[in-house]
């Protein structure tokens, strides 16, 4: 089985900045790409989708029902549905309740700009038991364009994103609300402080909205704010080795 086994892909969402670079990216392995986006109509739908392989749905969660109900008609049964949302549960649920097609979901691990030392991964999720040659079929697809792929479920997938985006951005906004009450603390910036400041910058100022969308989205980011805050209670409680400790897991393996 390879890549090959998709030759033709519409993207819906093809003019917004993941879309297109996954169009770009399939468009240089020599795929057929068809660009979908607003506002859709019967005639592009029919001629875009009705022989396609890949549907590539890029477009916001919120928006996924309503996009949804308008392009499965078109599809022929055998197209692989497939998103590349930053929550998986409930766009996956959307998808497999909506199609009886392959469903196929992925989390690219990346934005539009990726960072010269950050290899970009993609996880993949088959949508049913029955769809794990289809999520073959698009590991093998993103493969080919030069990205590192893992299979997991759209269950462990939101579990981990909750923290990995979900509380970093609670987490952020908590800290930096609470160190705002500190009269005249912007004469106190140390570089540690600036780094944290610089890093949390477009989170807060650009994408706000998408990360709140995000957050809201992930059915574990209550649990997780409840974990996070019974190590905030450790920490008030003044034992800090021990969190320090556990916090050293991320270097431990490192080779020396």
């Not at 019967?42 to 749905?57: F, V």
């Not at 364009?145 to 299979?151: A, N, P, R, T």
Request: proline letters at 5%; hydrophobic letters at 40%; aromatic letters at 8%.
């Amino acid at each position: 089985m390879t890549e090959a086994d998709i030759h033709t892909i519409a993207i819906a969402g093809a003019s917004g900045q993941m879309g297109g670079l996954f169009f770009k990216a399939f468009a240089d392995l020599g795929r057929t790409v068809i660009a979908l986006d607003l506002p859709y109509t019967e005639d592009t739908l029919r001629e875009a989708l009705t022989d396609c392989d890949m549907l590539l749905l890029s477009v916001p969660v919120t928006a996924m029902k309503s996009v949804l109900d308008q392009v499965v008609p078109y599809l022929n049964g055998t197209t692989i549905l497939c998103d590349v949302g930053s929550v998986k549960m409930l766009p996956m649920k959307a998808m497999t309740e909506s199609y009886d097609g392959p469903v196929v979901g992925t989390h690219p691990l990346f934005g539009p700009v990726i960072p010269e030392d950050f290899t970009p991964k993609i996880a993949v999720a088959p949508g049913r038991e029955t769809d794990t040659d289809a999520a073959n079929k698009v590991t093998s697809l993103m493969q080919a364009c030069g990205y590192d792929c893992f299979s997991t479920t759209a269950e462990d997938h939101d579990r981990s994103m909750a923290f990995v985006q979900g509380l970093n951005f609670t987490s952020t906004v908590a800290f930096l609300a609470a160190a705002r009450d500190v009269e005249g603390i912007d004469n106190f910036i140390t570089p540690s402080f600036k780094r944290r400041l610089d890093s949390a910058r477009k989170m807060l100022t650009q994408d706000t909205e998408l990360f709140e969308i995000i957050s809201e989205s992930n059915p574990f980011l209550q649990e997780v704010n409840r974990k996070f805050m019974s190590y905030l209670s450790l920490a008030a409680g003044g034992d800090l080795d021990l969190l320090a400790d556990r916090a050293q897991w991320w270097w431990r393996n490192e080779t020396s």
